[in-house]
């Protein structure tokens, strides 16, 4: 979902990533508290997963009051929340949770 707000912008900001990915931790959604941000030339870039669509147009309202933020391009993807939780310990373990074994 890619959505224009005004015309482009010339700069490239670090803080802007950074005041979403403030905004993000903050939510009330423990779920959008993963999301990667990138911001260039006025483009505000969103990745990774979430569980729900509203939580996709979450992301997008959240992102849209940001100063400098010309277009939101929002690649997050929808997972349910199983296929979400196995995806982030795929992740962090960087093979598939399908081969995890408790050691008693």
């Given amino acids: 979902m890619i959505r224009q707000i005004a015309p482009p912008a010339l700069?490239?900001?670090?803080?802007i990533a950074q005041t979403m990915l403030r905004r993000l931790a903050t939510s009330m959604y423990v779920e959008l508290r993963t999301i990667q941000c990138h911001f260039n030339r006025g483009v505000l870039t969103l990745t990774g997963l979430?569980?729900?669509f509203y939580l996709k147009q979450v992301l997008t309202s959240l992102a849209e009051g940001l100063e400098g933020v010309t277009r939101i391009e929002n690649h997050v993807e929808l997972v349910g929340f199983r296929a979400r939780s196995e995806a982030l310990l795929a992740l962090q373990w960087k093979s598939?949770?399908?081969g995890?074994?408790?050691?008693s």
């Fill in 50 to 52: 979430v569980p729900t």
């Fill in 96 to 98: 598939p949770p399908s």
């Fill in 100 to 103: 995890i074994v408790r050691k």
């Fill in 11 to 15: 700069d490239s900001s670090p803080d």
